[in-house]
Nanobody, 128 residues
Framework: QVYVVESGGGLVQAGGSLRLSCTAS???????????VGWFRQAPGKEREFVAG???????TYATSVKGRFTISRDNAKTTSYLQMNSLDPEDTAVYYC???????????????????WGQGTQVTVSS
């Protein structure tokens, strides 16, 4: 069993930055390095949406709305993924979730149903 915990959320003014962390416990570094990681978000009254993903090879993909502002990365030794969020906008306000996919694939899933483990989420609020 892999447990996923997000941290780093908070309240920030528009134009500011936050870095979210996602740590997967229950998986060694050698196991975690084979997993893909995805970040999703859900704003009040809206569907959950894909934000960014990174595969075991370090390839990444982003939603159009965050491309150029957000950067996903990973540290396999720490079994942790990061989401650096810059130039934040009130539209980025949401609960951010991290998810881990066990399947060994270079394809980064944007569909949440492909992920096996999820965190509880961390709130990001961007004030105008």
């Amino acid at each position: 069993q892999v447990y996923v915990v997000e941290s780093g959320g908070g309240l920030v003014q528009a134009g500011g930055s936050l870095r979210l962390s996602c740590t997967a416990s229950g998986a060694s570094g050698n196991t975690f390095r084979n997993y893909n990681v995805g970040w999703f978000r859900q704003a009040p009254g809206k569907e959950r949406e894909f934000v960014a993903g990174i595969n075991w090879n370090g390839d990444s993909t982003y939603a159009t709305s965050v491309k150029g502002r957000f950067t996903i990365s990973r540290d396999n030794a720490k079994t942790t993924s990061y989401l650096q969020m810059n130039s934040l906008d009130p539209e980025d306000t949401a609960v951010y979730y991290c998810a881990v996919e066990r399947r060994y694939t270079r394809t980064i899933a944007t569909d949440g149903s492909q992920y096996d483990y999820w965190g509880q989420g961390t709130q990001v609020t961007v004030s105008s």
